[in-house]
């Protein structure tokens, strides 16, 4: 009952925000002032005074006033644990490349977890899209060494750094699947040709294609991620089109992708960006849209294609998770 209410609530909020228009919203923000709850919900970055920070909106929380996680700047592509405890992050500065780590109360420092400056990652850069383990233990994300993509894994708390896939493919964000031991990844022989999904094995590196097509629905390539449905069956995925970037869902097989099917359509506007899909249950997918002019985190259920519903406005490269 309490996670029906805690959705309950922020469809809520969401609902006069839309309505209410102009939105106050404060970019400027306060840093960690304080404190809050959180077991589940998004974090997401904003691009205020204090430069890029990350942020985090609680179910049951006011998705106008977001409590601020970073103080610091230099904040990418956020992700929450499923514990709802810790976020994780790329953080940039010049040449430096890290991973960080955050609690979700807003009262903690950020802290890092691992650097390109690590003597185990010479010629390391482009840390990009972090994503937590389901246990909560491991940390994968991409990178290039060399120049050469990468998928890589770290302990959350700093050890046991490896490169586990690399050579063959430009990686995208990868996702999860439940049971923790692989993960499905977007892939391609270039950033911007991920049309390829693959499941990669986290210890062990091999990766079997799932797909080298992502269907008969004009999208051509993976903008940012693919995700794996809480229950595994299902995948959600960014296509680029010829009209901007729409959301997809498939079923999930082992070796094979089916039914895919455009779940976010905006008639009568050119070169709306839907991006950054996550699953909120199993029937309901979030993402970020540019739609209007503005980014927004949206909701939309499986079962009805549309533009879905205001949720969480004036938010960029948003994650949803926790328990």
């Excluded at 990686?171 to 049309?195: C, H, I, K, T, W």
């Excluded at 590196?205 to 797909?211: H, K, L, P, Q, Y």
Aim: aromatic share 8%; charged share 10%.
């Amino acid at each position: 009952m309490k996670a029906l209410v805690r959705i309950l609530g922020l469809a809520a909020v969401a609902g006069l925000a839309a309505a209410c228009e102009p939105l106050d919203i404060d970019f400027g923000g306060g840093g960690g002032g304080g404190g809050g709850a959180f077991s589940s919900g998004f974090v997401f970055v904003r691009n205020g005074t204090g430069g890029r920070n990350v942020y985090a909106v609680d179910e049951d929380g006011d998705a106008n006033s977001p409590l601020r996680l970073t103080t610091e700047g230099g904040a990418y592509e956020p992700t929450v644990s499923r514990s709802g405890l810790v976020a994780v992050f790329v953080y940039r500065a010049g040449s430096t490349w890290e991973i960080r780590r955050v609690p979700t109360t807003g009262t903690g420092q950020a802290s890092t977890v691992f650097s390109n400056t690590s003597a185990s990652c010479s010629n390391c850069a482009n840390f990009r899209y972090p994503t937590i383990s389901p246990t909560g233990e491991t940390i994968v994300f991409t990178l290039t060494k060399n120049n050469t993509s990468s998928l890589a894994k770290v302990n959350i708390d700093g050890t046991g750094f490896q490169l586990f896939a690399s050579g063959t493919y430009s990686y995208g964000a990868a996702s999860f699947y439940p049971d923790g031991r692989s993960v499905l990844v977007a892939a391609g022989f270039g950033a911007n040709q991920l049309s390829t999904l693959l499941n990669v094995n986290v210890t062990t590196g091999a990766s079997n294609v799932i797909t080298s097509s992502l269907g008969n629905t004009g999208a051509v390539s993976v903008v940012s991620r693919a995700v794996v449905s809480p229950d595994g069956s299902r995948v959600a995925f960014d296509g680029q089109t010829n009209n901007g970037s729409q959301i997809f869902v498939g079923q999930l097989g082992s070796q094979n992708l089916s039914g895919v099917t455009q779940l976010t359509k905006h008639t009568g506007e050119f070169g709306v960006m839907d991006t950054w899909p996550s699953w909120r249950g199993n029937t309901e997918v979030t993402f970020l849209s540019n739609s209007g002019g503005n980014d927004n985190i949206y909701r939309i259920s499986t079962a009805t294609p549309g533009t879905g519903t205001l949720l969480v406005p004036g938010a960029l490269e948003p994650s949803y998770g926790g328990t």
